[in-house]
């Protein structure tokens, strides 16, 4: 049988950003466990939506289409969006926020722009 997650326990567990922990997985997705603050960098998944659900804080998902045109969206507790698969996009905050994320396994945080920001995705601390 499976653990039981506790989202107040994960949160607790890591306190660094932009370095999602994956909590479960639901078929061949991952829902992970994220702290922001702060901008990311411009970047899209070519395979893939992305889901972002807002636990607190708020958080600015920074969009633009292929002509350069902005489509900004801010969310706030409670909130669920899907970045469409292949939509430049970049998260900023103003503050702390924390999120859970929904994406197919194996899906890379930077997407198609890879670099220094990219994190190894990493297992929550075990509680034992
Ligand atoms: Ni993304």
């Not at 197919?104 to 995705?121: C, F, I, K, Q, S």
Request: aromatic letters at 8%; charged letters at 30%.
């Amino acid at each position: 049988m499976a653990d039981v997650v506790n989202l107040a326990a994960a949160f607790d567990s890591f306190d660094d950003t932009w370095q999602p922990r994956r909590l479960v997985s639901v078929n061949d997705y991952d829902v992970k466990a994220v702290r922001l603050e702060g901008e990311f960098v411009w970047h899209s998944h070519p395979e893939t939506d992305e889901l972002f659900m807002v636990r607190s804080g708020r958080l600015v998902i920074q969009q633009r289409d292929a002509e350069g045109k902005r489509h900004d969206v801010e969310l706030g507790p409670g909130d669920v969006y899907v970045v469409p698969r292949g939509v430049e996009h970049c998260p900023r905050t103003e503050g702390a926020v924390t999120a859970l994320l929904f994406e197919p396994r194996g899906t890379v945080n930077t997407g198609d722009a890879g670099g220094e920001r990219t994190a190894e995705l990493q297992e929550p601390a075990a509680d034992d």
